[in-house]
Nanobody, 121 residues
Framework: QVQLVESGGGLVQAGGSLRLSCAASGHIFRISTMDWYRQAPGKQRELVAG???????NYVDSVKGRFTISRDNAKNTVFLQMDSLKPEDTAVYYCNANIIASSPLRSLEVWGQGTLVTVSS
């Protein structure tokens, strides 16, 4: 089975920084896109940032200039560096990956368990 394990969430003051990590494990042939979503209380889940296998990135407008997504393909890991955090960034952050697994070869969409980010004012 393929799993995503997230870490790095916590409580931080406005203006502070956090770095989220999401590591994929299992029988993986390759990973195409890796994305970060977030869901705030009472709000719909939204796509925050995404990165392709070739390193192309995209961000929701509200985090541009503050968040940076990156990946380490050798370690099957995606990161989200969050700087200049605002209270409105408070949410549960979820990693998502589109994975081609091996043994047997198959396509999967996998979600992480979520990690809570709380930004105080």
């Amino acid at each position: 089975q393929v799993q995503l394990v997230e870490s790095g969430g916590g409580l931080v003051q406005a203006g502070g920084s956090l770095r989220l990590s999401c590591a994929a494990s299992g029988h993986i042939f390759r990973i195409s896109t890796m994305d970060w979503y977030r869901q705030a209380p009472g709000k719909q889940r939204e796509l925050v940032a995404g990165i392709s296998s070739g390193g192309t990135t995209n961000y929701v407008d509200s985090v541009k200039g503050r968040f940076t997504i990156s990946r380490d393909n050798a370690k099957n890991t995606v990161f989200l560096q969050m700087d200049s955090l605002k209270p409105e960034d408070t949410a549960v952050y979820y990693c998502n990956a589109n994975i081609i697994a091996s043994s047997p070869l198959r396509s999967l969409e996998v979600w992480g368990q979520g990690t809570l980010v709380t930004v105080s004012s």
